[in-house]
């Protein structure tokens, strides 16, 4: 069975940083894309990030480029978000998922909340 | 960016209702579109894939369709676990984009 294990979450303060995880079990995890999504409290779904099955590279939209880092250790089965600079509109669940030619299969989510 | 425009943003509906709901891309994004299905506090469960096929597991009262950039779900003979929030996706390029989101209430 799959599963995506999202940790890392909390509050944080505005300007600062954190960094989750996601470990990936009942896959090759070397095998697949991985991103992260997120979700503002009664809002939609927006995409963060994204990285290929090496790590050689990796996808930003505009709203993080600069900001976020998406990073993977394969021999761990581990997929990260390192957040910087982190404003109040980062506020959101954030879903790790795998990729495929049928789309992304979801992780459970962790929160974030930036707030002073 | 590709734009996926859903509608309607939300839909009263009764059980048994057959419920569509559309999103129409504003470029070409071919076959892939996703549906996904939101319940209140879950994350997100993949429906449809590759614009009309079935997850595995979601009962055959779902469907997905296209024709040219409008791309459909459709539940038929709606049932009381269909009520959730429901969202489209293109995963033809980046930047990813998904649709608003429509959320299903019972009358």
């Known amino acids: 069975e799959v599963q995506l294990v999202e940790t890392g979450g909390g509050l944080v303060q505005p300007g600062r940083s954190l960094k989750l995880s996601c470990v990936a079990s009942?896959?090759?995890?070397?095998?697949?894309?991985m991103s992260w999504t997120r979700q503002a409290p009664g809002k939609g779904l927006e995409w963060v990030a994204s990285i290929t099955n090496s790590g050689g590279s990796t996808y930003y939209p505009d709203s993080v480029k600069g900001r976020f880092t998406i990073s993977r250790d394969n021999a761990q089965n581990t997929l990260y978000l390192q957040m910087n600079s982190l404003r109040s509109e980062d506020t959101a669940t954030y879903y790790c998922t795998r990729e495929s030619t049928k789309g992304p299969y979801w992780g459970q989510g962790v929160m974030v909340t930036v707030s002073s | 960016d590709i734009q996926m425009t859903q509608s309607p943003s939300s839909m009263s509906v009764s059980l048994g209702d057959t419920v569509t709901i559309t999103c129409r891309a504003s470029?070409?994004?071919?076959?892939?579109v996703n549906w996904f299905q939101q319940k209140p506090g879950k994350s997100p469960r993949r429906m449809i894939y590759r614009a009309t096929n079935l997850a595995d597991g979601v009962p055959s009262r779902f469907s997905g369709s296209r024709s040219g950039s409008d791309y459909s779900l459709t539940i038929s003979s709606l049932e009381s676990e269909d009520v959730a929030d429901y969202h489209c996706?293109?995963?033809?390029?980046?930047?990813?984009?998904f649709g608003g989101g429509t959320k299903l209430e019972l009358k």
């Open positions: 470029q070409d994004v071919g076959i892939y």
């Open positions: 996706l293109q995963y033809d390029e980046y930047p990813r984009t």
């Open positions: 009942g896959f090759t995890f070397n095998n697949y894309w």
